[in-house]
Nanobody, 130 residues
């Protein structure tokens, strides 16, 4: 069993930055691939960025590439999402999720939020507004 807990959401002005942190606890937390997902009101959850547990490879959806950076601290069992140059359209609830590394490319975790993740955090709200 794995537990995930997000922190770091809040209100920020357009162009600002936020750092989201996902704390992973339980059995063998570093074994699991981890991703960040978000959900807008009335929309399905979408993958934002994911990081592999085997080779450290990463994936970003096109709309955040160049603005967001995902990283992993295996000693602290945390996965961080640095978000720069935030836009109003980034507003939503952000979740971290984990999966056993049962795929060859990390993008699979991000591209199939309804199928691949096995454990989810409770979510943290991000609001980008002036």
């Amino acid at each position: 069993q794995l537990q995930l807990m997000e922190s770091g959401g809040g209100l920020v002005q357009p162009g600002g930055s936020l750092r989201l942190s996902c704390s992973v606890s339980g059995a063998s937390p570093n074994y699991f691939a981890v991703g960040w997902f978000r959900q807008f009101p009335g929309k399905e959850r979408e993958g934002v960025s994911c990081i592999s547990s085997t080779d450290g490879s990463t994936f970003y959806r096109n709309s955040v590439a160049g603005r967001f950076t995902i990283s992993r601290d295996t000693a602290k069992h945390t996965v961080t999402l640095h978000m720069d140059n935030l836009k109003p359209e980034d507003t939503g609830v952000y979740y971290c999720a984990a999966s056993r590394p049962r795929f060859t490319e990390i993008r699979v975790l991000c591209e199939r939020p309804d199928q691949i993740p096995e454990y989810w955090g409770q979510g943290t709200q991000v609001n980008v507004s002036s």
